[in-house]
């Protein structure tokens, strides 16, 4: 080869793995961007409730709390008195289900929300992945 063909060749290359660099990262921006939840998003919520329960006062809860709008799934331990519960955004709110259930059981109870810290961290399986790293560092740079 001569030595233009090898410049055109390198520079081509060159060209060809900057676009689709390019390409790629937008692509990572776009699937993974924030989105506003859809029909089925569902989302998870927990109540601390401060009054002591027994197994059948969990069981009502449980029973309530499966009759509400957009509920999905509910789990009620009456060991710690915690509620948690999932639940489709686009249907219901979870401050609109606690409000309910304070009101219907009229117990001494709060929903859990994470503190900034507790937010930035993310989901403690994923937390520290390779995917979660590069995520972090590409939205760093846009």
Not at 98 to 109: G, M, R, S, T
Request: charged share 20%; glycine share 4%.
């Amino acid at each position: 080869m001569t030595r233009k063909a090898i410049k055109r060749t390198i520079i081509g290359t060159a060209t060809a793995v900057l676009f689709l660099g390019f390409v790629l990262i937008l692509h990572i921006y776009i699937v993974t961007r924030p989105q506003p939840p859809g029909p089925n998003t569902i989302a998870m919520a927990r109540v601390d409730i401060k009054t002591d329960i027994d197994r059948a006062a969990a069981d009502k809860i449980t029973a309530w709390v499966y009759q509400q709008k957009g509920i999905d799934h509910v789990l009620c331990n009456p060991e710690t008195n915690i509620l948690i519960f999932t639940f489709y955004p686009a249907r219901t709110s979870a401050d609109a289900v606690v409000a309910q259930f304070k009101e219907a059981f009229n117990l001494d109870a709060r929903r859990y929300m994470p503190s900034e810290e507790e937010m930035k961290k993310g989901c403690p399986v994923t937390g520290h992945s390779v995917a979660q790293v590069t995520m972090k560092y590409i939205k760093s740079i846009f």
